[in-house]
């Protein structure tokens, strides 16, 4: 039905940039909430950030002000822009979108990526 495919993961060091990058594909009619997650080792998952269909932006406290979300609705695609990494920030990152498939009326299913790693360290 709908696929996801993050990439743009990575090592960075503490204070560097990385852009993450999450493409839906498949049999798809509409895209709502496109989401953020991660986590790290021996931690529970987190919400990072999420946008609305109609681009409203919502994000935890521990990276509001250094991390920007977007999306690209003609694409498909959801962006996590991320600055001044810290330490901290090292898990593995999942795009989580709400979609409704074609063919599926107005029901709404929610789909996980598979992840990808990011790693801030000197």
């Known amino acids: 039905q709908v696929q996801l495919v993050e990439s743009g993961g990575g090592l960075v060091q503490p204070g560097g940039s990385l852009r993450l990058s999450c493409a839906a594909s498949?049999?798809?009619?509409?895209?709502?909430?496109m989401n953020w997650y991660r986590q790290a080792p021996g931690k529970q998952r987190e919400l990072v950030a999420t946008?609305?269909?109609?681009?409203?932006?919502n994000y935890a406290d521990s990276v509001r002000g250094r991390v920007t979300i977007s999306r690209d609705n003609a694409k498909n695609t959801v962006y996590l822009q991320m600055n001044s990494l810290k330490p901290e920030g090292t898990a593995v990152y999942y795009c989580?979108?709400?979609?409704?498939?074609?063919?599926?009326?107005?029901?709404?299913?929610?789909?996980w990526g598979q992840g990808t790693q990011v790693t801030v360290s000197s």
């Open positions: 989580n979108v709400d979609a409704i498939p074609r063919g599926m009326g107005v029901r709404e299913f929610n789909y």
């Open positions: 498949g049999s798809i009619f509409r895209i709502n909430a």
């Open positions: 946008v609305t269909r109609g681009g409203s932006t």
